[in-house]
């Protein structure tokens, strides 16, 4: 019998490599909050899993996952492995399926939509960045994305976009240092500083917004995610002001496209914030 060739992801780390199984573990506490229902996910012991994580951070040099009673959560480097995992790991189980990209603000407003549109689960779901998905687009692996800055489209040409849904950003002020939050239409909120003569200077850049909220910095956050979280946040500006248009974008147009943009829209009016 002829051997099964199937490709596999790895990552290397500052140099170190990280195999699968690593990342595997590390997406299955990214995904499900706990060490005890990742363990469960993979198959394997608890007191397993918890080598592998030893291992991952030995390599790293650096911890990788935060325990509190609340359950376990990747920290932000944590995050970023995971992350660009799970996104290489949908890139190269493409196939013939359609792919469809967005970010943990659009994450819900796909997964309902595609719920509806994908019963058989055939298309490849992708939640990374605006900026990873669209070089991923503009490279012809991503047949659709949901962007959450429409400031994004005038970097794109001979495309096609319709708007699904409105959300506002939520705005932190705990003084002139702020955290730039990965996903959402962040230079909205930084324009307004500036249009406003705030001055502002931005010390870092974060995936975890729970990271960011410990960080005692400001920041900006989309309303609806926000909400989703049940974080009862207070914005020190208007959050109307701050309000933008989340667009779906593609360039052909297919049935699928068209229902899955409907379907989009339709969830779109059903979570919005405002």
């Not at 819900?108 to 939509?113: F, S």
């Not at 705990?174 to 909120?189: D, T, W």
């Not at 049940?230 to 052909?252: F, G, K, M, Q, W």
């Amino acid at each position: 019998m002829e051997p099964e060739i199937e490709p596999s992801v790895s990552l290397r780390i500052g140099g170190r490599h990280l195999t699968t199984r690593q990342l595997e573990v590390l997406s299955a506490i990214h995904r499900e909050g706990s060490q005890n229902r990742a363990a469960a996910r993979l198959g394997i012991s608890t007191s397993v899993l918890h080598r592998y994580v030893s291992q991952m951070e030995g390599k790293v040099g650096r911890p990788l996952v935060v325990t509190s009673p609340a359950g376990s959560e990747l920290n932000e480097l944590g995050l970023r492995i995971a992350m660009e995992y799970e996104a290489l790991e949908a890139r190269m189980g493409r196939g013939t399926s359609m792919v469809v990209g967005g970010t943990i603000v659009t994450e819900e407003l796909l997964l309902n939509a595609l719920s509806k549109m994908d019963r058989e689960g055939l298309c490849e779901l992708i939640i990374s960045d605006d900026a990873r998905n669209l070089k991923d687009f503009q490279a012809g692996m991503m047949d659709l994305m949901v962007v959450d800055d429409p400031l994004y489209l005038y970097d794109l040409e001979d495309v096609i976009w319709q708007e699904v849904a409105t959300d506002r950003l939520l705005h932190v002020d705990n003084g002139p240092k702020y955290g730039r939050f990965m996903y959402g239409a962040q230079r909205i909120g930084f324009r307004h500083l500036e249009l406003t003569g705030s001055r502002y200077e931005v010390e870092g850049a974060y995936r975890s917004l729970s990271a960011l909220q410990r960080s005692g910095l400001s920041f900006f956050v989309n309303e609806s995610l926000a909400l989703r979280k049940r974080l009862d946040l207070r914005s020190a500006t208007d959050p109307s002001l701050l309000e933008h248009r989340i667009n779906a974008v593609y360039r052909e147009e297919s049935k699928f496209i068209r229902d899955l943009v409907v379907a989009l829209r339709n969830e779109g009016r059903m979570v919005s914030p405002i």
